[in-house]
């Protein structure tokens, strides 16, 4: 059974910084891919950024050049980096990964809010 845990989210005036990590138990190396979405309130969830497990990675427009994906594969875990921070960022963060031919695993989510 794959768990992924987030954490690291909260409350961020608009310009600032937050670091989230997805901890999965057991190894990530299993993973094809692991990623960040988000879901704002009556919005659908969108991909914020993803990484594969050869280390290439993408991102929404709208994060590009301020947030920043990574992995540590050693502590079993995921890290999206976010920085210049805008109102609009505001959502839940929800850690994503993916095994072929298994599918996606989600995490519960980290609520990141950022005020103007």
């Known amino acids: 059974q794959v768990q992924l845990v987030e954490s690291g989210g909260g409350l961020v005036q608009a310009g600032g910084s937050l670091r989230l990590s997805c901890a999965a138990s057991g190894s990530i190396f299993r993973f094809n891919a692991m990623g960040w979405y988000r879901q704002a309130p009556g919005k659908q969830r969108e991909l914020v950024a993803t990484i594969t497990s050869a280390g290439s990675t993408n991102y929404a427009d709208s994060v590009k050049g301020r947030f920043t994906i990574s992995r540590d594969n050693a502590k079993n875990t995921m890290y999206l980096q976010m920085t210049s921070l805008k109102p609009e960022d505001t959502a839940v963060y929800l850690c994503?990964?993916?095994?072929?031919?298994?599918?996606?695993?989600w995490g519960q989510g980290t609520q990141v809010t950022v005020s103007s």
């Open positions: 994503n990964a993916y095994k072929i031919p298994v599918g996606h695993y």
